[in-house]
């Protein structure tokens, strides 16, 4: 079993829906949870850090569920410039190397 | 503004000449780190540094070497590209949140094509 495991998608879907990726993680003494936006041949850039009580910026939610052991993004009200790869990174406990997904391909289209 | 600085942005190289790629950061974070990315795969982990203590991955070929003379700058080496390490090249240093989460930043990368 891999330690971090997107759907690599692509989700295709039009202006104004609402996504959610999931995003599953295999080692329980994981303490900190990120999510990246990597646009095509562009670096990754932080998104949003998943804290333990779920965070909220503009149109996009994440949240962290522990005993399940996944994270989750929701966009709401897709733009066009949502178009992107959102790759999950998880960080182990007192361990400065973080583990990341494969990343998820979200296609917004008119 | 603060940032992590890559270069060059592109590198073309002929197979087997050694190659540097650079990377500078004005965070004055103590934790840097370098990545391989090829298309629609993840970012790999070839090294990381925790201030000058280096720390290699496993399995990242000998081929590939690091120097950190200073807390701002990084460099990677390739001795001998062959046509598979054509990717992109992505350093990144990290630094701890507020609430103790890991935080990385990212440089703009180093598409690097071997011919």
């Known amino acids: 079993r891999k330690e971090v495991e997107q759907d690599p998608g692509p989700f295709n879907v039009p202006e104004g829906a609402t996504v959610a990726f999931n995003c599953t993680y295999s080692?329980?003494?994981?303490?900190?949870f990120f999510w990246y936006r990597q646009d095509c041949r562009k670096e990754p850039k932080l998104l949003m850090s998943?804290?333990?009580s779920g965070n909220e910026d503009g149109r996009f939610t994440a949240q962290l569920n522990r005993a399940s052991q996944y994270i989750s993004l929701l966009i709401r009200d897709s733009k066009l410039s949502d178009s992107a790869t959102y790759l999950c990174?998880?960080?182990?406990?007192?361990?400065?190397?973080?583990?990341f997904g494969r990343g998820t391909s979200l296609i917004v289209h008119p | 503004d603060a940032m992590v600085i890559q270069n060059p942005r592109y590198q073309v190289t002929q197979f087997g000449k050694p190659v540097t790629l650079s990377c500078s950061q004005t965070?004055?974070?103590?934790?840097m780190y370098w990545y391989q990315q090829k298309s629609s795969q993840a970012p790999k982990l070839l090294f990381h540094y925790y201030d000058k203590d280096f720390n290699n991955e496993a399995d990242t070929p000998d081929n590939f070497q690091s120097r950190r003379p200073n807390t701002s700058f990084c460099f990677l080496d390739i001795r001998s590209p062959g046509l598979g390490d054509a990717a992109m090249y992505l350093c990144?240093?990290?630094?701890?949140?507020?609430?103790?989460?890991?935080?990385?930043?990212f440089g703009p990368g180093t598409r690097l094509t071997v011919t």
């Open positions: 965070l004055n974070h103590n934790v």
């Open positions: 990174v998880v960080n182990g406990g007192g361990s400065y190397i973080p583990t």
């Open positions: 990144a240093t990290s630094r701890e949140g507020v609430a103790g989460e890991l935080e990385q930043y």
């Open positions: 080692n329980s003494a994981s303490q900190s």
């Open positions: 998943v804290y333990s």
